[in-house]
C-alpha cells in the first residue's frame, strides 16, 4: 500500500469489490501492468464479489406538459367576468 504511487487512499476505496475499471479508468501505464504480476496471489472467485447493484431512480410523478385544463379554466374566468361587470 506505501508503495503505490498514487496512494493508499485510492486503494482503499476500491476494496471490497472488482476493482477494474477503478484501475482502468486511471490509465496505468504499462509498467504498473507488469508491477501487478508482482503483486499476484489467485483469481478471485466472482460467486463472493458483491453483484453491482443497478441505478434505479426514485419514481416521479411525470412532468405534465399538457396545460390544456389550466388554459381552460382561464377562459372560464374571464368569460364569467366579463359577463357578470356587463350585466
Ligand atoms: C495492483 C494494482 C495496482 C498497481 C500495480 C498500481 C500501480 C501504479 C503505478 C506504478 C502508478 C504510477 C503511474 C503509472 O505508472 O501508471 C500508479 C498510479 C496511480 N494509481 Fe495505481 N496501481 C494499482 C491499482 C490501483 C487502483 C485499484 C486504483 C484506483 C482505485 C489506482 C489508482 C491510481 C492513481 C489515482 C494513480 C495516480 C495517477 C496519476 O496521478 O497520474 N491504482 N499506480
Known amino acids: 500500500m506505501d508503495d503505490h504511487p498514487g496512494g493508499d487512499e ?10 477494474t475499471n477503478d484501475f482502468e479508468d486511471v490509465g496505468h501505464s504499462d509498467s504498473a501492468r507488469e508491477d501487478m504480476d508482482k503483486y499476484y496471489i489467485e483469481d478471485i472467485d466472482m460467486s463472493t464479489v458483491p453483484l453491482k447493484r443497478a441505478y434505479s431512480p426514485t419514481q416521479e410523478a411525470a412532468y ?5 385544463p389550466e ?6 374566468q374571464f368569460l364569467v367576468q366579463h359577463y357578470t361587470k356587463e350585466k
Not at 485510492?10 to 476493482?19: F, I, W
Not at 405534465?64 to 390544456?68: I, L, Q, S, Y
Not at 388554459?71 to 372560464?76: A, S, T, V
Open 71 to 76: 388554459f381552460i379554466i382561464k377562459i372560464l
Open 10 to 19: 485510492v486503494l482503499l476505496s476500491a476494496t471490497g469489490k472488482d476493482a
Open 64 to 68: 405534465n406538459p399538457d396545460k390544456t
